[in-house]
Each structure stands twice: as structure tokens, then as C-alpha cells.
């Protein structure tokens, strides 16, 4: 499936540039076995760090026995870790069914609201973005990762005054992204990369 090993962990993905399809066969501090997570990560907010932005966790924890029992479940839990990051790939074939996806999330919950801004930035949808990011800046909630996402918010908002191109924002922050976590560059000479499907460089 063209899926990368994240180091020596258990983390293995999918690099579709602007975002990635993640697949975590979680360990236990209380026991040896597995559970299994698959989702998408967006890389729109940078950091250096690795999250489950959609999706979450697909299969409860299998314990290890022996390696004979294990090596069945090892298999049943890569069985369908493929199959739930198929359905990523056939769910967001391109940042424009991402982001029509993220715009039916409402903004009870700020990450969904950003991430929905920002999907909507990669396609030149400004209107639907500046929306989001004003939902956001009303927000009146003190918690550290709120003021600094609001902070970003106004930068991404100041940009877009000033007349910066709408994708060129988010390409961006997700360079910045890709960076911190230490993944290849985005080929910005691609045409996908302008509609915001962008290509990686090896």
C-alpha cells in the first residue's frame, strides 16, 4: 500500500502530502499485546507531535500469549488496518473532498472548526474559512492551546488581508509541519499541489 514505518515504533502511514493516513497498533503499559488505531492526521497545524484528527481507534486491545496465538491476531489487526486506511484513501481522494467533508462538522468543537477553515483555505474557499476563523476568534476560552490557536488564526487572517494566496497559507503550515516531523518536502511545481493535493518530494 506504499505505507512507511514511522522510525522503529509501531506508527505506520500513509504521506498524501497534506495530510496522512496513520495506522498506531497501540501497545499497553499493563500487558503485552496491541490495540489498533487508524486515522487521518491533517498537517495544517504544526507541530511535532502526532495526532488522530479523524478516526480513532478501530480494534480493542488483543493480548499477547504466545507467538504462535499472536501471529493470527498480528495478521487479523494488518488485515484491517488496511482496509480502514482504504477507506481513507477512497473517503479523501483529494483536498476538496476533505474539505467538504470537515464542513459538515459544526463548530462545537474549535479543532474541528479549524480544521474546517483550513481545508477550505487549500481549496480557495476564503469565505467559508474567514467564517470558521470567526467562530473561533469568539471563542472566550482561556486554556493555553486556545489563545495560541486563536494567535495563529489572526497571523493566518492577516496574511489573507494583506492578499496572500488562500493555499499558499496553508502550503505553509504544512511545510512547517512536515519539517517538525520530519518528513519530505511537498513538490510545489506540481499542479495538485496548486488545487491542494499536493505531491512529496523523495
Known amino acids: 500500500m506504499g505505507m512507511q514505518r514511522k522510525g522503529q515504533s509501531r506508527v505506520w502511514f500513509v504521506d498524501r502530502g497534506w495530510w496522512l493516513a496513520v ?45 504462535e496465538q499472536f501471529s493470527e ?10 482496509e480502514e486506511v482504504q477507506v481513507l484513501l477512497q473517503r479523501f481522494p483529494s483536498m476538496a473532498a476533505v474539505a467538504s467533508h470537515l464542513r459538515r462538522h459544526s463548530d462545537d468543537n474549535p479543532w474541528h472548526t479549524y480544521h474546517a477553515a483550513m481545508a477550505a483555505l487549500a481549496i480557495g474557499d476564503v469565505d467559508h474559512a474567514q467564517k470558521r476563523f470567526r467562530a473561533l ?29 488562500p493555499v ?6 504544512v511545510e512547517k509541519a ?15 499541489h496548486r488545487q491542494g493535493d499536493a505531491h512529496v518530494q523523495r
Open 23 to 67: 495506522v498506531e497498533f497501540q501497545p499497553s503499559a499493563w500487558s503485552k499485546g496491541s490495540y489498533l488505531n487508524v486515522a487521518a492526521m491533517w498537517l495544517w497545524n504544526a507541530k511535532d507531535y502526532w495526532s488522530f484528527d479523524e478516526g480513532g481507534r478501530v480494534e480493542s486491545f488483543r493480548e499477547f500469549k504466545d507467538a
Open 73 to 82: 491476531v498480528a495478521e487479523a489487526l494488518a488485515v484491517r488496518a488496511r
Open 137 to 165: 476568534l469568539a471563542v472566550r476560552d482561556e486554556a493555553p492551546f486556545m489563545i495560541a490557536l486563536q494567535e495563529k488564526v489572526k497571523k493566518f487572517a492577516e496574511c489573507l488581508a494583506s492578499g496572500a494566496e
Open 168 to 173: 499558499a497559507v496553508v502550503a505553509q503550515e
Open 178 to 192: 512536515r519539517a517538525l516531523l520530519k518528513l519530505g518536502p511537498l513538490d510545489t511545481t506540481s499542479s495538485d
